[in-house]
């Protein structure tokens, strides 16, 4: 089973809309959370962090259940410059290598 | 500098060459990452270090890969041999600490063909 998992999409919106994306992970040590986004053929950014209590910042919203193991990211009022891949990440802080990236659920925000 | 800086930003390679990937982390961050990622696949952890030690190679797939990090700055990943399935974009990343709220800057990439 992977460490994270996600749905790979696609998602396509039109512009204006909201839109959720869930990521499940599986090992219930995992210590803190991340999205990330990668647009084509660049390298992952750190969207932001997700904290136990749920943060926002500007039209994200990322949210964290501990006892059902899943992340999710709220993106309100969509805009085409959001179109991307998002990673969703666990750090399990128990060994050596500890960030581990889910593949991705790729959006492309419609005119 | 400012950001992680990789290069070269794209080879072109023969099989069975062999090439090196570099990877200039930012300043002051103390743990590098090397990750691979093929066409439309996640990210694929290869070795991890903290200073100039390598507590974590299990990512490397098989013994033709290898990499070295001096001074605890710049790091090169070696592959030699290349093969076909070598193809893929060769990322670096570097954080400050391991702390948990650390997230990673990764570098544009190094993307690699084997032809």
């Known amino acids: 089973r992977k460490e994270v998992e996600q749905d790979p999409g696609p998602f396509n919106v039109p512009e204006g809309a909201t839109v959720a994306f869930n990521c499940t992970y599986s090992?219930?040590?995992?210590?803190?959370f991340f999205w990330y986004r990668q647009d084509c053929r660049k390298e992952p950014k750190l969207l932001m962090s997700?904290?136990?209590s749920g943060n926002e910042d500007g039209r994200f919203t990322a949210q964290l259940n501990r006892a059902s193991q899943y992340i999710s990211l709220l993106i309100r009022d969509s805009k085409l410059s959001d179109s991307a891949t998002y990673l969703c990440?666990?750090?399990?802080?128990?060994?050596?290598?500890?960030?581990?990236f889910g593949t991705g659920t790729r959006l492309t925000v419609i005119p | 500098g400012a950001g992680v800086s990789q290069s070269p930003s794209n080879k072109v390679t023969e099989k069975g060459k062999d090439v090196e990937l570099r990877c200039d982390p930012i300043?002051?961050?103390?743990?590098l990452y090397w990750y691979r990622q093929s066409l439309g696949q996640g990210l694929e952890f290869l070795i991890y270090?903290?200073?100039?030690?390598?507590?974590?190679k299990s990512g490397l797939p098989s013994d033709r890969f290898s990499a070295e990090r001096t001074g605890g700055s710049v790091s090169t990943l070696t592959i030699q041999r290349t093969q076909q399935e070598d193809s893929a974009v060769y990322l670096c990343?570097?954080?400050?600490?391991?702390?948990?709220?650390?997230?990673?800057?990764f570098g544009s990439g190094t993307r690699l063909t084997v032809v």
């Open positions: 990343a570097s954080s400050l600490g391991r702390q948990p709220n650390y997230g990673y800057t």
């Open positions: 090992n219930s040590a995992s210590q803190s």
């Open positions: 997700v904290y136990s």
């Open positions: 990440v666990v750090n399990l802080q128990t060994g050596a290598n500890n960030l581990f």
């Open positions: 300043s002051g961050h103390t743990a």
């Open positions: 270090f903290q200073g100039n030690s390598a507590p974590d």
